[in-house]
């Protein structure tokens, strides 16, 4: 259980009113008159990705986050101007198991993504 104190709440909310991935920067653009800093939206940030309730990717050597409220592992198409995501279901497992058997390692977690230009974004 989370202790959702008044500024969590507040990053929080920036994460339900985004329709797209976004960095701690922009939560501190949205939260700027909040009297808020950008270490405890980095620290409200690790709690919510400790809880599972965000996700997390790299691109252009920033990270940005996104809400998870699905608890389902995916993988993502990401649109490299506009950000938009399309969720990928994963059908890694087959390939993870015998990974595992072939080099006598367990595999805990896998990321990937796909990044490319949406149908808006490829005119």
Same mark, same amino acid.
């Given at each position: 259980m989370i202790r959702m104190t008044t500024k969590r709440k507040k990053v929080y909310s920036v994460f &339900? %009113?985004?329709n797209k991935p976004i960095n701690a920067e922009n939560i501190l653009d949205v939260l700027g008159d909040e009297n808020i800093n950008?270490?405890?939206i980095y620290r409200a940030i690790e709690c919510f990705i400790n809880n599972d309730l965000l996700l997390s990717f790299h691109f252009n050597n +920033?990270? /940005?986050?996104?809400?998870? %409220? &699905?608890g389902n592992h995916?993988? /993502?198409f990401i649109c490299t101007n506009c950000l938009f995501m399309k969720k990928i279901n994963c059908n890694? %497992?087959?390939i993870i +198991? +015998?990974?595992e058997d &072939?080099?006598?390692?367990?595999i805990t977690n896998h990321e990937m993504n796909v990044y490319g230009l949406c149908n808006s974004? %490829?005119?």
């Open positions: &339900e %009113n985004s950008l270490s405890t +920033k990270t /940005y986050y996104i809400l998870d %409220n &699905e995916y993988h /993502y890694m %497992n087959p +198991k +015998k990974l &072939e080099n006598n390692f367990l974004c %490829n005119i």
